[in-house]
């Protein structure tokens, strides 16, 4: 992935950049080193997981907007929370979700190339940690393909929760996916936080110095 030209734009062809979007020439050497590490552990050319649940960690589940209307399957698997990131496109309320006794929210985000999704990290990660810490808790996080926008939130909840870095969070949750983050600027969005949160991996060996030639 080209991080300095995530939409893959010609040379002098401008586009206008909202304040969430990240600019890759301001990440510093650690972190455009795990920027491309991210990209390239999400790179996918399969497209055969938009209609799983999938389980990326314990009592925390993933899927898109269609699987999350599927009430059956919901009860199946005991879900008792549902986080919808995408209620314009998904439009369910609690009231869908209240025969079954399942306790609902919705978070308005948005999926676009200069949206910064981790501006809803912290009213996502207190529903996600008072669903997970009742007795029999288990919470589903969906956006319309559940890919970018619960992706990247259930994927920052793994790092923090289980002191997880990022790029192994990501390679977790995507075994599960198949297709996970493929928003370039929510990747950087991740890249900051995990920097920000000390989960973004090893810094680089300093480079070694070539020794004289004595001759």
Known sequence: ANLDNPLGHGNGRSTPRGPGYHDP???????????????????????????????????LFLSNGQIAQDLALLRA??????????????????????????????????????????????????Y????????????????????????????????VTRRRLLVDAAKSAKRKRYQLITNLNFQLSLVKFASAEGLLGKPALPRRMSSPNPY
């Open 25 to 59: 020439s301001t990440l510093n050497e650690d972190e455009r080193r795990i920027a491309t590490e991210l990209s390239t552990a999400l790179a996918t050319t399969t497209y055969e997981i938009r209609d799983k649940l999938s389980e990326v960690m314990p009592g």
């Open 77 to 126: 698997q005991r879900i008792s929370h549902v986080l919808n990131m995408a209620p314009i496109e998904v439009p369910t309320t609690a009231e869908f979700y209240a025969e079954e006794k399942m306790d609902f929210k919705a978070i308005v985000a948005k999926d676009e190339f200069d949206y910064d999704v981790m501006q809803h990290w912290p009213e996502a990660r207190a």
């Open 128 to 159: 996600l940690d008072a669903a997970l810490n009742e007795q029999n808790g288990r919470v589903l996080i969906h956006c319309q393909a559940g890919i970018n926008r619960s992706g990247a939130i259930a994927v920052a909840y793994m790092m």
